[in-house]
């Protein structure tokens, strides 16, 4: 049977000390547990298999974490389940329609469903293969 401080244990914030992109594993430091620094741990995505979504976080950018409850090597069994905005690291916009993607250099990607409108500002070259492309 678990004890309250397995079950407290379960699910932690930190902040991402180390990034592993060639695994999509993090190391994460807690500064609730005497700033004690996780094993790598897998970033969870929407898809790994025939449909792949891929995505890092940042070093220093908060995370949450979550732990088997059966984890019997201490920080090992867990994964690192994502991002979430603070007082400090705000959302960039804010509209239930919209789904946006902003990137550290600058590029913006942003699709509003309530005006079918889909808006991509680039800093950089922009690069379109295909066999076909059309465009109305």
Request: net charge negative; charged share 20%; aromatic share 6%.
């Amino acid at each position: 049977m678990a004890t309250n401080n397995q079950f407290q244990n379960l699910i932690r914030e930190g902040i991402v000390s180390s990034t592993d992109p060639s695994t999509c594993t993090v190391r994460v430091t807690f500064p609730d547990k005497d700033d004690l620094v996780s094993a790598p741990l897998p970033v969870l995505t929407r898809g790994s298999k025939n449909n792949k979504d891929y995505w890092m976080p940042d070093v220093g950018e908060s995370v949450v974490c979550i732990f088997l409850p059966n984890n019997t090597n201490g920080n090992n069994d867990g994964f690192c389940i994502g991002t979430h905005y603070n007082s400090v690291d705000k959302p960039p916009v804010n509209s239930q329609d919209k789904r946006h993607i902003k990137f550290s250099d600058g590029t913006t990607i942003e699709y509003d469903r309530s005006t079918s409108t889909l808006k991509i500002n680039c800093v950089g070259d922009v690069i379109i293969n295909g066999s076909t492309v059309n465009i109305n």
